[in-house]
């Protein structure tokens, strides 16, 4: 009789113990059954008369006496039943519970609908849908709340900034799995609020055993956005240069107002026309001298990140590349033009050795034989951060090259070669070559050359023989081809490979700033000036300042930007309170390609259509539907039948 009633019509009870008291309802009954009251007969005179009312009394009696039986039974049962305090719940609403969320705060959930954010939205409906006492852990793709409460950590959702970092799909569940506990009692719920861009997805998904996962999207058809993508250098006339901005939209518009300002000055205003392929270019006109710290603006309702663009033009630095030996050098002149680069060309009779040390690329183009003297030039020149590039003769003194290229690069020249070699092998992910094509070509006209040297090396190859042999390798500025590039022994001079080979060598040797920078690369810069003992360049903008990592040498310094905390804008690098020159940085532009994922290739999750959606149900499912009250009143009401049976029947 407990177990049946423990388990009456599904139903759970608070205090189960209490329905042993259902065993008091025999006790009506066996009085009901025993009649345990006793009659008093009494003489009457003639009865005649009274039979047919003494028969109906007895059946209105007994019905009477059924009726308030099962009254007080059910009286008695409910009264019971109610201070077992019954309730309908899922088994798992007892079970405590590991609730982890992610909530994308990356650029694109900046967008608005209604004059409201995506991820303004998403935070409302978290403070609105989250039971006050819940606690959960909340992650974003910067930060980590721990075990919180809706009410811990309201202030920092509302006031959540939005960042250029995106996790992957696969990074964000490995993290997931890294705040739940390991308490396998416990049900566990991951959900994921994000747009869900395309740049979120991931190869390979790791699976999250016994987790039950949600995702929640929050983009919106409505979303339309006009990004700035990119500046660059177009035409260089003999006064004015070509500044080329590139747009792009999400949306179906022909124009938009694009402004360039010099400081918060207003220089120039244009309208960018976009093509069916909804791209546009603007062009600006400035003196080829002029000096600017720029900002390309337009003015957009959808994303606000991508709406400027800094980028400054300091007073050029060129780049010293000095080239030692053959007289036969036009070629380099051609490839190293003067406006970036000071090119001077010495044979090695001339040569002027103090002029090493202030040089930042020095070739040596075709030497017989390396004096002694040239050979500890160049050690110091290197040892300083000085690029070098060596082109053997083809006659030349072994011994007086493996001096220079043992101690500089682990090399040793063997012996020539007499016999025509292709150039067929191309190392396309060496900075050399890493932005020069836009594809990886294996059917091109091949160089070819008649003698190279042999080789005994450890460095990595970049320009291989069709032997696998190397036709140029080398590393951290050294470098070195193995066979003469003269028009004698080569045609490499006529090949589309020599431009980009050395230019990328001349500009490596360098790294001088471009127009601007993005944030969140590692971003390595080059300042030719010598620093003095205990003096350090210093960034700053805008009342923040900071201290970069720094490698101090001879005649350079080389500054590291990546780890800080920055904000686009364009930054001043100081030495000792003086202005060296200027760095402009921005975020990148992936969050700006709007375009998303098919959710239902995301296998093992289950979809929501809003966070207060999910919240709602996942209480549903969670809470307990007491049902005492309901008891309590069904026994008044038996009490009720019950007066209504005394006083009626």
Not at 160 to 188: H, M, V, Y
Not at 340 to 366: C, D, M, R, V
């Given at each position: 009789?407990?177990?049946?009633?423990?388990?009456?019509?599904?139903?759970?009870?608070?205090?189960?113990?209490?329905?042993?008291?259902?065993?008091?309802?025999?006790?009506?009954?066996?009085?009901?059954?025993?009649?345990?009251?006793?009659?008093?007969?009494?003489?009457?005179?003639?009865?005649?008369?009274?039979?047919?009312?003494?028969?109906?009394?007895?059946?209105?009696?007994?019905?009477?006496?059924?009726?308030?039986?099962?009254?007080?039974?059910?009286?008695?049962?409910?009264?019971?039943?109610?201070?077992?305090?019954?309730?309908?719940?899922?088994?798992?609403?007892?079970?405590?519970?590991?609730?982890?969320?992610?909530?994308?705060?990356?650029?694109?959930?900046?967008?608005?609908?209604?004059?409201?954010?995506?991820?303004?939205?998403?935070?409302?409906?978290?403070?609105?849908?989250?039971?006050?006492?819940?606690?959960?852990?909340?992650?974003?793709?910067?930060?980590?709340?721990?075990?919180?409460?809706?009410?811990?950590?309201?202030?920092?959702?509302?006031?959540?900034?939005?960042?250029?970092?995106?996790?992957?799909?696969?990074?964000?569940?490995?993290?997931?799995?890294?705040?739940?506990?390991?308490?396998?009692?416990?049900?566990?719920?991951?959900?994921?609020?994000?747009?869900?861009?395309?740049?979120?997805?991931?190869?390979?998904?790791?699976?999250?055993?016994?987790?039950?996962?949600?995702?929640?999207?929050?983009?919106?058809?409505?979303?339309?956005?006009?990004?700035?993508?990119?500046?660059?250098?177009?035409?260089?006339?003999?006064?004015?240069?070509?500044?080329?901005?590139?747009?792009?939209?999400?949306?179906?518009?022909?124009?938009?107002?694009?402004?360039?300002?010099?400081?918060?000055?207003?220089?120039?205003?244009?309208?960018?026309?976009?093509?069916?392929?909804?791209?546009?270019?603007?062009?600006?006109?400035?003196?080829?001298?002029?000096?600017?710290?720029?900002?390309?603006?337009?003015?957009?309702?959808?994303?606000?990140?991508?709406?400027?663009?800094?980028?400054?033009?300091?007073?050029?630095?060129?780049?010293?590349?000095?080239?030692?030996?053959?007289?036969?050098?036009?070629?380099?002149?051609?490839?190293?033009?003067?406006?970036?680069?000071?090119?001077?060309?010495?044979?090695?009779?001339?040569?002027?050795?103090?002029?090493?040390?202030?040089?930042?690329?020095?070739?040596?183009?075709?030497?017989?034989?390396?004096?002694?003297?040239?050979?500890?030039?160049?050690?110091?020149?290197?040892?300083?951060?000085?690029?070098?590039?060596?082109?053997?003769?083809?006659?030349?003194?072994?011994?007086?090259?493996?001096?220079?290229?043992?101690?500089?690069?682990?090399t040793s020249l063997i012996g020539s070669m007499i016999e025509e070699r292709k150039i067929t092998d191309i190392?396309?992910?060496?900075?050399?070559?890493?932005?020069?094509?836009?594809?990886?070509?294996?059917?091109?006209?091949?160089?070819v050359v008649d003698q190279y040297y042999r080789i005994r090396t450890s460095q990595p190859y970049i320009l291989?023989?069709?032997?696998?042999?190397?036709?140029?390798?080398?590393?951290?500025?050294?470098?070195?081809?193995?066979?003469?590039?003269?028009?004698?022994?080569?045609?490499?001079?006529?090949?589309?490979?020599?431009?980009?080979?050395?230019?990328?060598?001349?500009?490596?040797?360098?790294?001088?700033?471009?127009?601007?920078?993005?944030?969140?690369?590692?971003?390595?810069?080059?300042?030719?000036?010598?620093?003095?003992?205990?003096?350090?360049?210093?960034?700053?903008?805008?009342?923040?300042?900071?201290?970069?990592?720094?490698?101090?040498?001879?005649?350079?310094?080389?500054?590291?930007?990546?780890?800080?905390?920055?904000?686009?804008?364009?930054?001043?690098?100081?030495?000792?309170?003086?202005?060296?020159?200027?760095?402009?940085?921005?975020?990148?532009?992936?969050?700006?390609?709007?375009?998303?994922?098919?959710?239902?290739?995301?296998?093992?999750?289950?979809?929501?259509?809003?966070?207060?959606?999910?919240?709602?149900?996942?209480?549903?499912?969670?809470?307990?539907?007491?049902?005492?009250?309901?008891?309590?009143?069904?026994?008044?009401?038996?009490?009720?039948?019950?007066?209504?049976?005394?006083?009626?029947?």
């Amino acid at each position: 009789m407990y177990i049946f009633a423990k388990s009456l019509l599904g139903m759970q009870f608070k205090y189960p113990e209490l329905l042993w008291a259902l065993l008091l309802l025999l006790i009506p009954i066996f009085i009901h059954l025993f009649q345990l009251r006793r009659f008093k007969k009494t003489p009457f005179t003639n009865v005649f008369f009274l039979q047919k009312v003494q028969a109906e009394s007895r059946r209105s009696n007994t019905l009477k006496k059924w009726l308030l039986l099962f009254s007080r039974l059910a009286l008695l049962t409910a009264l019971i039943v109610a201070f077992a305090q019954p309730y309908f719940a899922a088994n798992s609403a007892f079970k405590k519970k590991d609730i982890v969320l992610f909530l994308d705060n990356s650029f694109s959930n900046q967008a608005k609908v209604d004059n409201v954010s995506l991820l303004e939205n998403s935070v409302q409906e978290l403070i609105k849908s989250i039971p006050p006492k819940e606690t959960f852990t909340l992650f974003t793709n910067e930060s980590v709340y721990r075990n919180v409460t809706i009410v811990d950590i309201q202030k920092e959702l509302l006031a959540l900034p939005g960042t250029s970092k995106q996790l992957k799909l696969n990074e964000i569940l490995l993290k997931a799995n890294s705040l739940f506990t390991d308490d396998t009692t416990r049900e566990k719920d991951l959900i994921l609020i994000s747009d869900f861009q395309q740049r979120i997805a991931s190869d390979e998904i790791d699976s999250t055993l016994n987790v039950r996962k949600y995702l929640i999207p929050l983009a919106s058809n409505k979303i339309e956005n006009i990004a700035i993508d990119s500046m660059y250098l177009g035409d260089i006339g003999l006064e004015n240069i070509d500044l080329v901005a590139r747009l792009s939209t999400n949306t179906k518009i022909e124009s938009t107002p694009v402004s360039l300002f010099d400081n918060d000055r207003l220089i120039a205003k244009t309208a960018a026309l976009f093509t069916a392929n909804r791209t546009a270019e603007v062009h600006f006109t400035l003196p080829i001298e002029q000096i600017i710290q720029g900002k390309i603006e337009i003015s957009d309702t959808g994303l606000g990140y991508d709406n400027q663009l800094y980028f400054n033009i300091d007073e050029k630095m060129k780049i010293k590349v000095l080239a030692i030996g053959s007289a036969n050098a036009e070629y380099l002149s051609k490839i190293y033009p003067k406006d970036e680069f000071a090119f001077t060309n010495w044979s090695l009779p001339k040569l002027n050795y103090g002029a090493l040390e202030e040089q930042n690329l020095i070739i040596l183009n075709e030497i017989e034989e390396i004096p002694n003297a040239l050979t500890i030039g160049l050690k110091s020149f290197t040892d300083t951060g000085g690029s070098l590039v060596v082109i053997p003769a083809y006659d030349l003194n072994l011994e007086s090259y493996n001096r220079l290229l043992n101690p500089l690069m682990a090399t040793s020249l063997i012996g020539s070669m007499i016999e025509e070699r292709k150039i067929t092998d191309i190392s396309f992910s060496n900075p050399l070559y890493s932005n020069v094509f836009k594809e990886r070509i294996t059917n091109f006209q091949y160089p070819v050359v008649d003698q190279y040297y042999r080789i005994r090396t450890s460095q990595p190859y970049i320009l291989r023989f069709q032997d696998g042999e190397p036709f140029l390798l080398g590393s951290d500025k050294r470098y070195l081809f193995t066979a003469s590039i003269s028009n004698e022994n080569s045609n490499f001079k006529n090949s589309p490979l020599i431009v980009p080979t050395f230019y990328n060598i001349g500009s490596n040797s360098l790294k001088l700033p471009p127009f601007y920078l993005t944030i969140g690369g590692t971003n390595e810069i080059d300042i030719p000036i010598p620093l003095t003992k205990d003096h350090i360049l210093k960034v700053s903008k805008e009342g923040y300042e900071f201290i970069p990592q720094q490698k101090s040498m001879a005649k350079m310094v080389t500054l590291t930007l990546g780890d800080q905390d920055l904000t686009p804008g364009i930054y001043k690098v100081t030495n000792n309170g003086a202005v060296v020159l200027h760095v402009s940085l921005n975020f990148n532009r992936d969050e700006s390609d709007l375009r998303y994922i098919d959710l239902s290739l995301i296998k093992g999750f289950s979809k929501q259509n809003s966070v207060s959606a999910l919240f709602e149900a996942m209480q549903n499912d969670n809470a307990i539907k007491e049902l005492w009250k309901w008891f309590v009143i069904l026994a008044l009401l038996f009490l009720i039948i019950e007066i209504f049976i005394q006083k009626y029947l």
